[in-house]
């Protein structure tokens, strides 16, 4: 399979801990965007790259979210001491090229906060 | 800025008969537009995407939408519905100049076919 893939697909966490979630976009694609799903919502745009730069941060929903792409490959999401509010569907999207180039998207990680 | 309003929440039909789903955007440049679809426990799949070509595109599995810019519109009909098509749909809007280069979804609609 080598659409975009992404580790785990379901998570469950006890709130005030730290996770962490991996997407690996399919591998000639250059941009890879996260978004947040909430129950009922279109899919809410959160952060993308460029290779390894981070290009668009300032919709991150708080600084306790932050995301890396170290080498231009797979990126991480990482949610610090989570909150019962961060309980949703996280999905990864990849792209080629330019902007208005079509996003690839991942099967997505649910997080549970308990 | 840039937004999308998905006009039903829900919609119902019968299978064999036509499937109308509505969409109006609001954008402030040329926007891209799409319709994605969204089966349960799978990944978002692209239906189709207008981008600034012909204002009729044809996408998969039978569906089509009209871009209407007097409208500020982009409805996804397709004219016969099967069963598989049960799914929630979003459109959604992809502005280059808003600076971001994310893309901007709708609340989806919930797409019922009946037997």
């Known amino acids: 399979d080598t659409g975009v893939s992404q580790d785990p697909r379901h998570k469950i966490t006890k709130r005030g801990q730290n996770v962490t979630f991996r997407c690996d976009p399919i591998?000639?694609?250059?941009?890879l965007y996260w978004y947040r799903q909430t129950l009922g919502q279109g899919p809410e745009f959160l952060t993308y790259?460029?290779?390894?730069?981070?290009?668009?941060k300032s919709r991150l929903l708080s600084d306790r979210f932050s995301a890396e792409r170290p080498k231009g490959s797979f990126s991480t999401l990482e949610i610090q001491r989570t909150e019962q509010g961060d309980s949703a569907m996280y999905l990864c999207?990849?792209?080629?090229?330019?902007?208005?180039?079509?996003?690839?998207f991942g099967a997505g990680t649910r997080l549970s906060v308990l | 800025a840039q937004s999308v309003t998905q006009l039903d929440s829900h919609v119902s039909v019968s299978e064999g008969t036509p499937v109308l789903l509505r969409c109006n955007y609001s954008s402030s440049y040329s926007p891209s537009l799409f319709w994605y679809v969204q089966h349960p426990n799978k990944g978002l799949q692209l239906l189709l995407k207008y981008t600034s070509a012909a204002t009729l595109v044809k996408g998969i599995n039978g569906f089509e939408a009209e871009f209407k810019k007097s409208e500020t519109s982009f409805h996804l009909t397709k004219p016969s519905a099967h069963m598989s098509d049960a799914a929630e749909y979003f459109c959604v809007v992809s502005d280059p100049g808003g600076g971001a280069d994310g893309l901007t979804f709708g609340k989806g609609t919930h797409l019922i076919i009946q037997p």
């Open positions: 999207a990849s792209s080629q090229g330019v902007a208005k180039n079509i996003q690839y």
């Open positions: 790259f460029q290779n390894e730069a981070q290009l668009e």
């Open positions: 591998s000639e694609h250059n941009r």
